[in-house]
């Protein structure tokens, strides 16, 4: 069973800065690449940031400049270093992962329980 634990939001004014982090844990064979996605109230949920096991990044445009995402050395913790935030980023922030179960199996998508981002105007 895969589980991905996030942490880190929180309530900041804008200009600030937080930290989320999300650790994958469990039973599975490789984890191909994982990111963070948010959804804002009465919106769809939207990619923010996603990085590969080659440490290849690709982020919205809106976030470009201000968000820096990262992987651990062991390749199972993600990060999203938010800074310069905006009323804008108000959201619930989900971490994703898509792993492997398996040797030579499909990846599947696998998400966090959501954490909470408020910046204050």
């Known amino acids: 069973q895969v589980q991905l634990v996030e942490s880190g939001g929180g309530l900041v004014q804008a200009g600030g800065s937080l930290r989320l982090s999300c650790s994958a844990s469990?039973?599975?064979?490789?984890?191909?690449?994982m990111g963070w996605y948010r959804q804002a109230p009465g919106k769809q949920r939207e990619l923010v940031a996603t990085i590969n096991t080659d440490y290849q990044t690709n982020a919205v445009d809106s976030v470009k400049g201000r968000f820096t995402i990262s992987l651990d050395s062991a390749g199972n913790t993600v990060y999203l270093q938010m800074r310069s935030l905006k009323p804008e980023d108000t959201a619930v922030y989900y971490c994703?992962?898509?792993?492997?179960?398996?040797?030579?199996?499909?990846?599947?998508?696998?998400w966090g329980q959501g954490t909470q981002v408020t910046v204050s105007s």
């Open positions: 469990g039973s599975f064979f490789s984890i191909d690449t």
């Open positions: 994703n992962a898509v792993i492997q179960i398996r040797e030579l199996s499909r990846g599947n998508d696998y």
